[in-house]
């Protein structure tokens, strides 16, 4: 590992909740009576919640006040809080466990880099609340990806440079957002294929080999 620090999203790269977020949009759409499908439901990876609910709403009839849309956004989020108690530390991979534990054994220092307010509730979960040595969320965040705000946040709580960290993402807009920043990037599922992102991973632990 030739970086000093590796900052991971969290969904798609650590664990999987797109499901969960799907089903929860998917919720909020059919009681609005507004067409949703997983096509719409892709355009959200990587995206804030409420620039979510604005391509939910692409398809609405009518125009929606902002005292509206915050409530909607709060029902959405209410039902997929909801859902991520189901959640354990089975939703996390060998794979992924085993690359946290030996980047960590080789002094390498790991953060979370993850527009998703709700990453606290997340870890604790999935059994990662402890393992990493920053986390830079929603919570704390003035502008959501592509905007490089998360990992800059990122890189200094874990006291490095950009230059000296490798961004982990999947979604297109997480590597635009590592690019933007000046960090070196590596895409996985969705973002393997991007040819913005500096490494192309079929798993986790091909990081061990940079």
Request: overall charge negative.
């Amino acid at each position: 590992m030739n970086y000093k620090g590796v900052i991971f999203d969290l969904d798609g790269v650590i664990c999987f909740t797109d499901e969960l977020h799907y089903l929860a949009w998917k919720a909020l759409a059919d009681r609005l009576n507004i067409y949703f499908d997983r096509e719409i439901n892709n355009r959200m990876r990587g995206v804030s919640r409420m620039d979510s609910l604005d391509i939910l709403l692409e398809r609405a009839d009518r125009e929606y006040s902002v005292v509206e849309k915050e409530a909607f956004a709060a029902e959405k989020n209410a039902i997929y809080a909801d859902s991520l108690r189901q959640m354990s530390e089975k939703d996390v991979s060998d794979d992924v466990r085993n690359t946290l534990k030996t980047l960590k054994e080789r002094g390498v220092r790991i953060a979370v880099g993850s527009s998703s307010k709700n990453a606290p509730l997340i870890l604790e979960r999935i059994g990662l609340d402890e393992m990493f040595d920053a986390v830079s969320d929603g919570n704390g965040l003035e502008k959501s990806k592509p905007d490089l705000e998360v990992f800059l946040k990122a890189a200094e709580r874990l006291g490095l440079s950009p230059a000296e960290c490798l961004v982990v993402e999947d979604a297109l807009s997480g590597i635009d957002a590592g690019v933007a920043g000046g960090f070196a990037t590596a895409g996985i599922g969705a973002a393997a294929s991007y040819d913005k992102a500096d490494y192309k991973l079929e798993k986790l632990s091909d990081i061990l080999s940079l």
